[in-house]
């Protein structure tokens, strides 16, 4: 359903009736009118909320729409800013400690004017001054304010993933185990990137492409951050002998180089330059020197 909303210099513009304007989301506000204050926006559900003159475009007349982010300010009010944090509500993010208060909790810098509360209550252990926490920013549900919970476990998806085998995703790196470092995917579930496929260590709050090795039956995310299978084995294989004709038919690289050189020289982890290598000495392609590799006549 739509309906006429009036005119302005750039002429009649249409807004669809019935959209949810959301808390700790942005979104799409007609401008009402404009105070000493700043440009009141038709929120619908939320009635007129403030956007601040500084936030405010210079150019902005009535009827236009504007594209904000809606939180609380300092005295709880709804307002609005042009400006995005670094993640909105039902987004998971690592955000850092910029205050910690003896009796609310700590506070968070997500991008914005006003710090974001982590609450005790909310808090898997004590936090100090400058740590980097992993969080997932959401609407409490008795104060109705956005806060941060540093328990995301509670809040990542219950129901089986539904990832493919070599999938590409988005990753955020949010700790580290004996086995390697876990990583939200696609801001809905959690997966291990082991330490045996990565030539550095990561750091925690981190954001990176990666793939989905393996599914288990368990539910549970194998994760890489090379293409799994031939279409990552059949590049890099042309990239060696490239390297090779560029070196005059020999490198110092082999399967026993460290992974630091590995990643330095081609980019790759040592177990994907392992498979490339063997592929090519299958192919006879290459032989192997002890240490290096020489092409093949």
Not at 117 to 136: C, D, K, M, N, R
Not at 144 to 155: H, Q
Request: aromatic content about 6%.
């Amino acid at each position: 359903m739509e309906r006429r909303i009036g005119r302005s210099t750039h002429g009649v513009m249409r807004l669809r009736c019935g959209s949810v304007v959301s808390l700790g989301k942005r979104n799409l506000l007609q401008v009402v009118r404009e105070t000493s204050s700043g440009i009141f926006l038709d929120a619908d559900n939320l009635g007129e909320i403030l956007l601040p003159g500084k936030h405010a475009p210079r150019d902005l007349r009535q009827y236009d729409v504007v594209d904000v982010f809606i939180y609380r300010d300092s005295e709880d009010r709804l307002v609005c800013t042009t400006d995005s944090p670094h993640a909105m509500v039902g987004e998971f993010a690592c955000l850092r400690v910029s205050d910690v208060h003896a009796r609310l909790g700590a506070f968070l810098d997500w991008g914005l004017a006003k710090d974001l509360l982590l609450p005790y209550s909310a808090q898997t252990a004590p936090v100090e001054l400058g740590q980097l926490v992993p969080v997932v920013v959401r609407v409490d549900p008795v104060t109705d304010r956005i806060v941060a919970s540093a328990r995301i476990y509670d809040f990542l998806g219950t129901e089986p993933p539904r990832f493919q085998d070599g999938e590409a995703v988005q990753l955020l790196i949010v700790g580290k185990t004996p086995l390697g470092f876990n990583a939200i995917v696609n801001n809905s579930h959690i997966g291990l990137l082991y330490q045996t496929d990565l030539a550095s260590p990561l750091e925690i709050g981190a954001r990176m492409p990666g793939f989905v090795r393996r599914v288990r039956e368990d539910g549970k995310l194998d994760l890489g951050i090379d293409a799994v299978g031939y279409e990552r084995i059949a590049p890099l294989t042309e990239r060696i002998m490239q390297a090779l004709a560029a070196a005059g038919g020999r490198l110092s690289l082999d399967d026993d180089s460290s992974p630091e050189l590995v990643r330095e020289t081609f980019g790759v982890s040592k177990r994907v330059f392992k498979q490339a290598l063997g592929l090519l000495y299958r192919e006879r392609r290459i032989v192997f020197l002890h240490p290096g590799i020489e092409a093949m006549p």
